[in-house]
């Protein structure tokens, strides 16, 4: 007498590699990825241990600006608030009317301009480690906003064109009249929160 085995149905798993795959491409495409933020900042080269010391540069010439732990700005002395450091900035820059308490300017031939008075200026800046990164950020694009703004100006005046709108020649002209300086310090703890 033959017995009745039952059989066992087999899962057929030649799909599976097919569903791995489209879960795969479903995860590429669905998924965002983070885009980096920050600041576009081209660092100096490491200096060659025999380098002699910089120049000292003078009080005059440096914009000094403190950020303290309570996101708090004190320019050139006095407590400001953001929205008035581009305005503060530029003025440094530009030094319009040669004032005596702003940077000094030295003649400097530009090729594609011909001589021009250049200003000496630093911005330097301070930060405590306490800084919001928020406060920092800001801080950063006025800076570079003050920047901008001076170098649209002149090549408004100068070529009739904005800046960006400039042939590479014109813009490194306008750069060499106001170059960014801008120093930044290692944060602190001075006025850190307790």
């Known amino acids: 007498m033959a017995r009745n085995k039952r059989q ?12 791995a795959f489209l879960l795969l491409i479903f995860f590429l495409v669905t998924t965002t990825m983070d885009v980096d933020t920050g600041l576009l900042r081209k660092l ?18 440096v914009f000094q600006i403190l950020v303290n732990a309570n ?9 400001i608030q953001i929205t008035e450091l581009r305005k503060k900035a530029k003025e440094f820059i530009v030094n319009p009317n ?17 001589p ?19 406060t920092y950020i800001k801080v950063q694009n006025e800076l570079i906003a003050a920047y901008n703004e001076v170098r649209n100006e002149e090549a408004m005046k100068r070529f009739g064109k904005p800046f960006d709108k400039l042939a ?17 310090a290692e944060p602190k703890n001075v006025g850190s929160k307790k």
């Open 8 to 19: 066992i149905p087999e899962i057929n798993a030649g799909s599976m590699a097919d569903i």
């Open 44 to 61: 100096p080269p490491p200096l060659p241990p025999d380098m002699p010391e910089p120049p000292e540069i003078k009080q005059r010439n």
């Open 71 to 79: 996101n708090q700005l004190l320019v050139e002395g006095d407590y």
């Open 98 to 114: 040669d004032d005596p308490n702003l940077p000094e300017k030295e003649l400097k031939e530009i090729e594609g301009i011909g």
């Open 116 to 134: 021009v008075m250049v200003s000496k200026q630093v911005i330097s800046l301070q930060n405590d480690r306490g800084t919001s990164y928020e």
């Open 168 to 184: 590479e020649w014109q813009q490194k002209a306008i750069k060499e009249m106001y170059p960014q300086r801008i120093s930044e």
